[in-house]
């Protein structure tokens, strides 16, 4: 079977999981011997969430409306989801019903993709120092993302994966 475009997207949002999952256990480690270490990880973890949730909506998108596109603006491809119809017993039922119940969160979580600045102080991101007040902080600095969140990200990452991963079918695509 040759892969799709939704396979595509999917098969990456996998490989990216897979790193955040790795990084989250390095992250675990370090708490479960009572020492948070690596807080330095956390806006890694943090971007590579950002980068599974952007290509689940992208696979997603494409499998329902048969194209994507390299756009940024996860909030539109989510509004032409919710559109598409579904049976409640089906997977695209399921899915809108994440999406739908998750969208703040997406959107606070997509609001922390790397912006180019055009003169005036950098947003909070995960690559890029950025201003609070003024100060540039680094995103690897001590208390720039704090543990819950991270966990909320790297859970947002992974239920909405689940989801995809039962809707579209890459069994025999290898990645």
Excluded at 39 to 53: H, I, N, P, R, S
Excluded at 95 to 113: D, F, G, S, T
Excluded at 148 to 170: F, N, S
């Amino acid at each position: 079977m040759a892969p799709t475009s939704a396979n595509a997207w999917l098969v990456q949002a996998i490989s990216d999981m897979r790193v955040a999952e790795l990084l989250w256990a390095v992250v675990e480690e370090g708490r479960r011997a009572g020492v948070d270490s690596h807080f330095d990880l956390y806006c890694q973890v943090a971007a590579k969430c950002q980068q599974v949730v952007e290509k689940e909506v992208k696979a997603i998108h494409y499998k329902l409306i048969g194209k994507t596109s390299e756009s940024h603006y996860i909030d539109g491809f989510i509004d032409a989801i919710l559109a598409a119809p579904a049976n409640y017993k089906d997977d695209v039922y399921h899915i809108k019903q994440v999406l739908r119940y998750r969208r703040q969160e997406i959107k606070n979580l997509m609001a922390l993709a790397p912006k180019a600045s055009k003169g005036g102080p950098t947003p909070k991101n995960t690559e890029y120092p950025y201003h609070v007040s003024s100060v540039l902080i680094a995103p690897a600095s001590c208390n720039a993302f704090l543990f819950e969140d991270v966990w909320a990200y790297y859970r947002l990452a992974g239920i909405i994966l689940a989801r995809v991963e039962a809707y579209i079918d890459i069994t025999q695509v290898s990645p």
